[in-house]
Nanobody
Framework: QVQLVESGGGSVQAGGSLRLSCAAS?????????MGWFRQAPGKEREGVAA???????NYADSVKGRFTISQDNAKNTLNLRMNSLKPEDTAMYYC????????????????????WGQGTQVTVSS
């Protein structure tokens, strides 16, 4: 059974940093996969933040480029998101997602491309 468990969320002041982690279990990486971070603020749609594929290619939303860094540790089956220079508009529930279909061709930021999801971790940035 595939499980994705996020951790590392919390409250921070604007300009601060947080590091999110997603522990993945119940699967071995297929030849082509992608994993990503999404977020959803109250009253807003879920949006893709950053994604990475089996080849190490990354993809970032314009709103976080230069501030967020996605990385993966395959030995530990862990996906990470380093978030610097946080802004109040980064406040949201952050979700880890995985596309394990074996056919992932690009680390898309569309939620429909992912078939497994974690429960989320809250990030709150105060001004």
């Amino acid at each position: 059974q595939v499980q994705l468990v996020e951790s590392g969320g919390g409250s921070v002041q604007a300009g601060g940093s947080l590091r999110l982690s997603c522990a993945a279990s119940g699967f071995t990486h297929s030849s082509r996969y992608s994993m990503g971070w999404f977020r959803q603020a109250p009253g807003k749609e879920r949006e893709g933040v950053a994604a990475i594929d089996s080849g190490g290619r990354t993809n970032y939303a314009d709103s976080v480029k230069g501030r967020f860094t996605i990385s993966q540790d395959n030995a530990k089956n862990t996906l990470n998101l380093r978030m610097n220079s946080l802004k109040p508009e980064d406040t949201a529930m952050y979700y880890c997602a995985a596309d394990l279909s074996g056919w992932s061709l690009f680390p898309w930021l569309s939620s429909g491309s992912y078939n497994y999801w974690g429960q989320g971790t809250q990030v709150t940035v105060s001004s």
